[in-house]
Each structure stands twice: as C-alpha cells, then as structure tokens.
C-alpha cells in the first residue's frame, strides 16, 4: 500500500484526480466504484472541473455505486442523490452507463444479485474510490468475525446510523446493501481517500498493516494496487 499524506484535501482532491483522468484517457470505457461522503468530495470536484474542459472524457466511462442505504427514497440523503450530484451530472454518465442499487427493492436478495451479475459482465472494477469509515469500514462492510466477499445486505453498526449523510432524516436506515470484500479486492486500482475527524483509531490500525476483520479496511493490504490518501485538515459538511 502507498500511503501518502497531504496537507490540504485540495492537494489529495487533484493527486487523486491526476490517476483518475489518466486511467480515463486510456481506458475510454473504464469501469469506476465510487463512494459517498465527504472524503471522495475533492476528487469528484476535479472531476467536474476536468468534464468541463474535456467534454469527451468521460463519454464512454461507467459507474458503479459502493454502497447504498437501504429503504431511502433516492433524492432523500441516499448515495444515488449524492453520486447524481457529485458524479453523474457533472460528467454526463447516461443512465445505461450506471449500475445503481435499488435499495426500495421487494426483494434485497435478488438485488444483491442482480448487482453482483453486473459486476461478473462488466467488470472487473478498474479503479475502486473508497471512504475510510471511523469504525475501520469499507462501504458498508461493518467490523465483523466474518467479512461477505460479495454484494450483500448488511446490518449497519450503530455508528455508521448516525453519520451526517443521514443525520437529518428522523427514521436512521439500519441496513445497507454494500459490494463485499472479495468484489473490492478484485478492482485494478484502488484509492483510499481519508479525510475528516474521528478516524485516528482507525487509521492508526490500517498504519499498523495488521489485517482484522474488526478493520475491514486492513484488507486493502491484500491488494498490490492500493494508494491510500491522507489529509488531516477537517472538511466542510455535504449538504443536498
């Protein structure tokens, strides 16, 4: 794992970009995982300038959300209204272009694996953004004696339930439907943005490079094409 650590989120927001657009102009057709929250904002923000400078850029490139809160209306705090904002209006993905969850779905088990034959006929994953949770998650896959290696239903820990994406909706969600350990690992590339307060515990434990389960972030020791991105400085909330 890379580890690198900047000063300013501005700095770490065009580092990650830098990798982002070369991949782009590479691979038209790259397949890109992306998180929510406020970590990855920087990074989406250079996006967006670059897609209006570069109106073909991002033509051909596909997304595929990490995560999503399940039972939300998707304009209502969900990960779809935040990516709809931060990725998919400002670079112009199509709708046949993004593979989104359907967290209202009658059945969250058929969802789970409708996502995962997404990611069997698409994939795999060219470069995977991921948010260090403060208890040490990825997406939703929550400490556990047992990580799920594929899309799944999860049962959110009580501190991921109060964080700010959902802070303002009276009734918390208290599932999730996350892509699992396995389909992470088997992205191409990897990037680690951290960014924020209350995550010293758990990026002292992903430092450490010993890998638990009780870290799910530790896993990304696993993988040969990992850069973890740090900046310490406190960022402004996302609002809708």
């Known amino acids: 794992m ?9 700095e ?5 970009a830098s990798m982002v657009i070369t991949e782009a102009k ?5 397949l890109l995982c992306t998180a929510s929250g406020n970590s990855p904002l920087p990074l989406y923000e250079q996006l967006a300038r670059e897609a209006q400078k570069n109106t073909q850029l991002f033509q051909e490139t596909r997304v595929i959300p990490l995560d999503e809160w399940v039972g939300l209306p998707s304009e209502e705090g969900s990960c779809h209204a935040y990516l709809k904002k931060h990725i998919l209006t400002p670079l112009q993905i199509s709708k046949d ?3 989104g969850f359907n967290p209202t779905a009658e059945i969250l088990e058929e969802e789970c694996g409708r996502i995962q034959n997404v990611l ?12 260090l949770g403060k208890n040490g998650h990825l997406g939703f896959n929550e400490p556990a004696d047992v990580l799920h290696p594929h899309c ?20 918390k969600p208290t599932k999730g439907l996350t ?17 924020g307060n209350g995550k010293e515990e758990a990026k002292q434990k992903l430092r450490s490079a010993e890998i ?7 896993f990304l020791w696993l993988h040969n094409n990992v850069d973890c991105l740090l900046a310490d400085v406190p960022i402004v909330n996302v609002t809708y």
């Open 120 to 131: 069997e006929s698409e994939g795999p994953i060219d470069i995977c953004i991921l948010g």
């Open 97 to 99: 272009r993004y593979y």
């Open 26 to 30: 590479r691979n038209p057709k790259l």
């Open 179 to 195: 892509l699992g350990m396995h389909d992470i690992l088997s992205s191409k590339r990897i990037l680690l943005l951290v960014s």
């Open 212 to 218: 638990s389960s009780q870290c799910p972030a530790t």
């Open 12 to 16: 770490m927001g065009e580092y990650a």
């Open 152 to 171: 799944h239903i999860m049962d959110l820990a009580p501190q991921t339930r109060q964080h700010k994406m959902v802070a303002d909706i009276p009734s």
């Open 2 to 10: 890379n580890i690198i650590d900047f000063t300013n989120i501005s």
